[in-house]
Nanobody
Framework: QVQLVESGGGLVQPGGSLRLSCAASGSISDIGVVAWHRQGPGKQRELAAQMTSEGSTNYADSVKGRFTISRDNAKNTVYLQMSSLKPEDTAVYYC???????????????WGQGTQVTVPS
């Protein structure tokens, strides 16, 4: 059974920084694309940042230059470094990993439980 556990959210003043972590555990053979999505109050969930297994990245225009996604394959952990935070970054942040469990030929999508990031105005 694969599980994702997120950590690192919280309350931060405008202009501040936070680092989110998403640790995958269980019987894992491989991790493909990883991403962070977010859902602000009254908004639809949106992609914030994405990284392929080769290291190519893609960011929402609203976070480019401020957020950095990274991964530690040895630890099965994905990070989102957020800086110059704005009130509009307030959201629940979800990690999303494409994982091939041990013994399976298929890659499956897994979501983290979500972590709240609040940037007051």
């Amino acid at each position: 059974q694969v599980q994702l556990v997120e950590s690192g959210g919280g309350l931060v003043q405008p202009g501040g920084s936070l680092r989110l972590s998403c640790a995958a555990s269980g019987s894992i053979s491989d991790i493909g694309v990883v991403a962070w999505h977010r859902q602000g109050p009254g908004k639809q969930r949106e992609l914030a940042a994405q990284m392929t297994s080769e290291g190519s990245t893609n960011y929402a225009d609203s976070v480019k230059g401020r957020f950095t996604i990274s991964r530690d394959n040895a630890k099965n952990t994905v990070y989102l470094q957020m800086s110059s935070l704005k009130p509009e970054d307030t959201a629940v942040y979800y990690c999303y990993l494409i994982i091939r469990p041990s013994g399976s030929p298929y890659y499956l999508a897994y979501w983290g439980q979500g972590t709240q990031v609040t940037v007051p105005s």
